[in-house]
């Protein structure tokens, strides 16, 4: 069990360009997670697959962003046309399904800074 | 819908002192309760979870928590605090197959 990856840890763009940031989950959970961390708060959910479906999206998921588990092992979050606002922690989590609650496993995240 | 409120936002302690980090919630479904802790640029590690059972849970590093559920609150505790304990906890509620999350406690911890 070597825990859930994301790659890269930080990011620096500049306002308008395209990034996109990478999850690997630990390999028999199922389920993965997307959350977004801004400064002195607590994390908020994005989205979450299980297996390669995607079966819910936050409201906070705007049309810029796009998230895709093809083959239901690595994910990646992509974020078009980046704005400020978009500078936040990306937090990716991964579980399974296996009765009652699901508890969630972190990765260290993905620092992004939009200048 | 569910929601979290944790009570402060900032807790200074002594070394060696006990500390309670409190957190209530709301919930209309099955209340399962989680507690995070998040070091300085890093992910989030569990640090004990509250799901049936018992309502005193114990969790890693010494730390334990208590369901009360007439008072909806899940309150973290620790009898002895180590200067290793600085970080931010955050109390979270499942819903719906997602976490949700207060907006944390910064616990410091002054030798």
């Known amino acids: 069990d070597t825990g859930v990856s994301q790659n890269p840890r930080h990011k620096i763009t500049k306002r308008g360009q395209n990034v996109t940031f990478r999850c690997d989950p630990i390999s028999e959970h199922n389920r993965l997670y997307w959350y977004r961390q801004t400064l002195g708060q607590g994390p908020e959910f994005l989205t979450y697959?299980?297996?390669?479906?995607?079966?819910?999206k936050s409201r906070l998921l705007s049309d810029r962003f796009s998230a895709e588990r093809p083959k239901g092992s690595f994910s990646t979050l992509e974020i078009q046309r980046t704005e400020q606002g978009d500078s936040a922690m990306y937090l990716c989590?991964?579980?399974?399904?296996?009765?009652?609650?699901?508890?969630?496993?972190f990765g260290p995240g993905t620092r992004l800074t939009v200048t | 819908a569910q929601s979290v409120t944790q009570l402060d936002s900032q807790v200074p302690v002594f070394e060696e002192a006990p500390v309670e980090l409190r957190c209530n919630y709301s919930s209309s479904v099955s209340v399962y309760l989680f507690w995070y802790v998040q070091y300085p640029n890093q992910g989030l590690q569990l640090l004990l979870k509250y799901l049936s059972g018992s309502t005193l849970v114990k969790g890693i590093n010494g730390f334990e928590a208590e369901f009360n559920k007439s008072q909806t609150s899940f309150h973290l505790r620790k009898p002895s605090v180590h200067i290793s304990d600085t970080a931010e906890y955050f109390c979270?509620?499942?819903?719906?197959?997602?976490?949700?999350f207060g907006q944390g406690t910064r616990l410091t911890i002054n030798p």
């Open positions: 697959f299980q297996n390669e479906a995607q079966l819910e």
């Open positions: 989590a991964s579980s399974r399904t296996s009765g009652g609650s699901y508890e969630q496993y």
């Open positions: 979270a509620v499942e819903g719906a197959q997602k976490l949700v």
